[in-house]
Nanobody
Framework: QVQLVESGGGLVQPGGSLRLSCAAS????????MGWYRQAPGKQRELVAR???????NYADSVKGRCTISRDNAKNTVYLQMNSLKPEDTAVYYC????????WGKGTLVTVSS
């Protein structure tokens, strides 16, 4: 069982930045593919960014150039740095770990509003 705890969400003005963190349990964190997903009201959950065990990353087109995913295997933590935030980035952001199956955190709310 993998437990994931997100933090770093909050209210930010358009154009602002936030860094989300996700702390994971487990001794084989370095082998997980880690991802950030988001779900806006009335919409399906969508992939924001993903980083594999070898450090390869991929991003949703909507966040390319504005978001950076990174991982610190020594801290069992994955981060999502989000810059130039837009109102349409408002959503609950979920951390995902994939190792044979998917594990999810409870989410952290990001609200982009003036």
């Amino acid at each position: 069982q993998v437990q994931l705890v997100e933090s770093g969400g909050g209210l930010v003005q358009p154009g602002g930045s936030l860094r989300l963190s996700c702390a994971a349990s487990g001794s084989i964190f370095s082998m997980y593919t880690m991802g950030w997903y988001r779900q806006a009201p009335g919409k399906q959950r969508e992939l924001v960014a993903r980083v594999t065990s070898d450090g390869s990353t991929n991003y949703a087109d909507s966040v390319k150039g504005r978001c950076t995913i990174s991982r610190d295997n020594a801290k069992n933590t994955v981060y999502l740095q989000m810059n130039s935030l837009k109102p349409e980035d408002t959503a609950v952001y979920y951390c995902n770990a994939r190792w044979g199956m998917d594990y999810w955190g409870k989410g952290t709310l990001v609200t982009v509003s003036s």
